[in-house]
């Protein structure tokens, strides 16, 4: 237990560190400096080539940390012949990202950012392979390091260059100039503290990955799909234009804040955990799908509840440059996503179960009807809602997902070990909220926001919920 709360602290503060920054940077910097049809621009080459991106991952990551995991000793072999595939594929990514900007008939300007995002995206894919060898090690700290300094580069040099004048595609090259900066970082860690960097070209090594990766790699993409095809269907099809993708991706932004800890959590630090106690240990797999189970919701409820109660206050107060109008817009939008990022958290777990149970089938099915359901209800809401239709819709798809994700686990793979943390977090999250409900026009919400983590905290103190349950982690 001690090593996944360090993995996961390690990932956490430096992924949080890192969602900060361009908290600052999106958030507070960019609204002040461009138009809010630039910045939708700029949200629509993120998501793209965010999307087509994908490809080069092909599903190889989880199956890459699973084997390096139960074979530490091949982890030079496995690592080498991952990123042959990758190289391969990283070429078809990129051209696709490029043509699909100008097919779809996006602006120059946004085509210019598509290429430089776009190699950012490259290069932060190869590094990411070298991450894969720290997870597998469980020495999360390396990772750590590799988002702050690149992370740290993105801001400090990002907000100078706007600062300066420079406009949005100097930003993007600053994020290719960070990308470099990771992976210089992760190879470096990976050469001096795990392995060397020389391997042999192992058709067996890439038929097992392949085997493993191909069915979560159809998964992946739609994954990707569903998280990213809303920002490129709003582009196209809100009848406010562009514009729409900045109200949306601006509340977006602040949501995906805060999904850094799932991430951290149940991908970085319980997957390895998970997949030896589903290989090796199936007596404890209960206990652990248990903690990870609590440990969102503990976290996930109240996030919710006090982002939709106070989603005016914040846009508020995040977005000073704005008309009221605006600010209403993008605070509607907020509402709706936090309900989702919420569900974020819980529907991590399951993906994670999955991926950690080798449920290659089950795991692209769902995802596959998870993607076409936000895709079809994108197509009815978008058109005639905007952006709060596609808010709608990810809320929908995140109960989707969330109802036979679990559904599923706890028929076929294990089930909870208890449920009574889930009612002491309902009611006390209920509690906070009616508490910033009749407070919210009295105080600022500075002071607003650490009451109610003190107040939620102290009572999940109370009730026991942060007592030690599951030791033998």
């Given amino acids: 237990m001690n090593r996944i709360f360090k993995n996961t602290s390690s990932l956490f503060s430096a992924h949080l560190m890192g969602r900060l920054g361009s908290l600052v940077l999106t958030i507070w910097l960019m609204p002040r400096i461009f138009s809010e049809n630039e910045l939708g621009g700029y949200f629509v080459a993120i998501a793209l080539t965010n999307l087509i991106a994908s490809i080069t991952e092909l599903g190889i990551h989880n ?18 012949n991952a990123l042959l595939v990758r190289l ?47 997870r597998a090690h469980e020495e999360m700290k390396y990772e750590a390091f590799t988002v702050v300094a690149e992370r740290g580069t993105f801001f400090l040099i990002g907000c100078a260059a706007i600062l300066l004048g420079y406009d949005l595609v ?16 992760s190879i470096g860690f990976t050469r001096y503290r795990f392995t060397s960097l020389r391997f042999e070209p192992n058709r067996q090594i890439i038929s097992i990955l392949m085997q493993q990766a191909l069915p979560f790699a159809i998964g992946n993409l739609f994954n990707l799909v ?28 602040i949501v995906n804040a ?21 290989e090796n240990e199936r007596d404890r797999l209960s206990a652990v799908y248990t903690y990870g189970v609590r440990w969102m919701v503990i976290c996930a409820v109240p996030l919710t509840v006090g982002m939709a109660t106070l989603s005016h206050e914040i846009t508020k107060t995040l977005f000073p ?75 929908i798809t ?13 028929k076929k793979i294990t089930k909870l070990t208890e449920i009574g943390f889930i009612m002491k977090v309902l009611l006390l999250s209920a509690v906070m909220g009616l508490g910033l409900v009749v407070l919210q026009e009295r105080l600022s919400i500075w002071l607003l926001i650490p009451l109610a983590m003190l107040f939620y905290s102290g009572g999940i103190s109370v009730l026991g919920e942060f007592r030690t349950k599951f030791t033998s982690l």
């Fill in 88 to 134: 391969i594929l990283s070429v078809i990514a990129y051209a696709l990202m490029v043509i699909s900007g100008t097919f779809l008939g996006y602006t120059r300007i946004i085509v210019t950012m598509i290429v430089y995002l776009g190699l950012a995206e490259i290069v932060n894919g190869i590094a990411q392979l070298y991450r894969c060898v720290f």
């Fill in 258 to 278: 805060f999904t850094t800890l799932p991430g951290a959590f149940m991908m970085g630090a319980m997957f390895p955990v998970l997949s030896r106690a589903y």
């Fill in 398 to 410: 995140e109960v989707y997902l969330l109802t036979v994700g679990f559904g599923y686990i706890s």
């Fill in 170 to 185: 100097n930003v993007c090259q600053v994020m290719l100039i960070a990308s470099g900066v990771n992976m210089m970082l």
């Fill in 63 to 80: 199956p890459l940390i699973r084997e390096m995991t139960l074979n530490l000793s091949q982890t030079r072999h496995y690592l080498g």
């Fill in 226 to 253: 569903y998280f990213r095809v809303d920002a490129i269907m709003l582009s196209k099809l809100s009848p406010d234009g562009i514009d729409a993708n900045t109200w949306y991706g601006l509340a977006y932004t």
């Fill in 321 to 395: 440059a704005y008309p009221p109008d605006t600010v209403e817009k993008i605070a509607i939008a907020l509402r709706w996503l936090s309900a989702s990022g919420g569900m974020i958290f819980l529907t991590t777990v399951v993906l994670t179960v999955l991926r950690a149970a080798d449920k290659r089938r089950t795991f692209a099915v769902l995802m596959g009807t998870t993607a076409l359901l936000n895709i079809c209800l994108n197509l009815i809401l978008i058109p005639r809602l905007s952006h709060i239709g596609a808010a709608i819709a990810m809320v």
